[in-house]
């Protein structure tokens, strides 16, 4: 938190949280809290990876012990919803920052562009990023020979999403 302030003069505007890898680079709501306070009264962005840690290590768990290894498996221990709660709690955490600004990272699922769509509606300072991967691939990718090739994190998921995804970008929505 100290070296927040510290960070303009080095040119550097922005900070990138995660809400998932528990026991590595996950951050508590408190702390994303602190963080987001901080940064805004820093003239710093805050970019979220958001996705449910909790959820994920516990689907993982399940996964394996049902010997469920192959690629696909990546995606199907990450739960869309996961991703959609966590990007509504973190517009809750920056609204309550002090509108501190937010910049939500990597959007797969089309139900976050309608949180999206819903925190800009009540005023949170939020924008939104997705990927070129989540509007032209899916989760069916990863079920192939190759599919090792197709992880990525958060995972790609249905034509339903690449549908939804596409039309927030096309709506205006979604900003990059």
């Known amino acids: 938190l100290a070296e927040i302030p510290l960070l303009p003069a080095l040119g550097v505007n922005s900070i990138k949280m995660f809400t998932a890898y528990n026991g590595r680079m996950r951050l508590q709501d408190g702390e994303i809290f602190q963080a987001m306070r901080k940064a805004k009264d820093s003239g710093v962005i805050s970019m979220i990876h958001a996705e449910n840690g909790d959820l ?3 689907q993982i768990q399940e996964a394996l012990a049902a010997g469920h290894t192959s ?3 990546h995606a199907r221990t990450r ?10 709690n973190v517009c809750m955490l920056a609204k309550a920052a002090g509108n501190a600004p937010l910049y939500v990272v990597h959007m797969n699922v089309a139900e976050e562009a309608d949180q999206l769509k819903y925190a800009k509606d009540k005023g949170v300072n939020v924008h939104g990023e997705t990927c070129p991967q989540y509007l032209m691939f899916t989760e069916k990718d990863m079920e192939g020979a190759d599919g090792a090739k197709w992880v ?3 995972p790609m998921r249905s034509a339903k999403d690449n549908a939804g995804l596409w039309k927030a970008l096309e709506d205006g929505v979604i900003d990059t």
Do not use: T
């Open 71 to 73: 690629p696909v498996w």
């Open 152 to 154: 990525c994190s958060p």
């Open 56 to 58: 994920i290590d516990l």
């Open 79 to 88: 739960s869309p919803w996961g991703a959609v709660s966590e990007f509504l």
